[in-house]
């Protein structure tokens, strides 16, 4: 094989080399449960809101007056199963809102009481993942939404009843303002 030959070859094999080795694997991709769903806290009758409607990255989440608008509906998306929490299998989804089209996110992937929650591009990582956990014992379609990346739960910092509380995660307890209603099952 002549010197020509084998520059050519090896620069086509440097190159396919380079492109697999630089080509990220397909994103994962999470399955819409096709389900719009409100969350209601059971302790202020307020709902799951992102503020001002925000379409930003960031933007907080609280609790507001239901409203029935987009910034309180969210889709959940399906994103595999995990530990379990209490008595329950782990299913686990992520809370697409349906104004933003974000989704429901520990901001900086914290895992203190009292990390803030926001709306992120959603990137299915762990601080968006969150398991319904179902009080099946009921029949009020009351949930509390667990995340097992911070081992915590959706709550309503100190049992406010204000409109615009901050949502945030804390160590599950059973308190009423972790509980909520949702019109899912």
Same mark, same amino acid.
């Given at each position: ?18 492109t ?44 507001w007056?239901?409203?029935?608008t =987009? /910034? ?6 399906? +994103? ?5 929490? *209490? ?5 686990? !989804? ?20 009292g ?20 009080h ?10 667990? =995340? /097992? ?6 709550? +309503? ?5 204000? *409109? ?5 995660? !804390? ?15």
């Open positions: 094989m002549n010197s020509s030959k084998v520059f050519a070859l090896t620069a086509v094999l440097t190159l396919c080399l380079t697999l080795a630089v080509t990220p694997p397909p994103s994962f991709a999470a399955s819409s449960t096709n389900q719009i769903t409100f969350f209601k806290a059971q302790h202020s009758g307020k709902c799951l809101d992102v503020n001002n409607s925000s379409p930003d990255n960031g933007a907080k989440v609280q609790q007056d239901c409203n029935n =987009n /910034a309180q509906n969210w889709e959940l998306f399906y +994103v595999g199963s995990g530990p379990r929490f *209490r008595d329950q299998a782990g299913n686990y !989804y992520a809370l697409r809102n349906v104004n933003s089209k974000k989704c429901l996110d520990i901001y900086g992937a914290a895992t203190h009481n990390a803030r929650i926001t709306q992120w591009e959603c990137h299915w990582g762990g601080n968006q993942q969150w398991l319904l956990y179902d099946f014992w009921t029949s009020s379609h009351k949930v509390t939404l667990y =995340n /097992a990346y911070s081992n915590k739960c959706l709550d +309503v910092l100190a049992y406010a009843t204000n *409109r615009g509380a901050e949502v945030v995660i !804390y160590d599950c307890n059973g308190g009423t303002n972790q509980n909520w209603y949702w019109n899912g099952r």
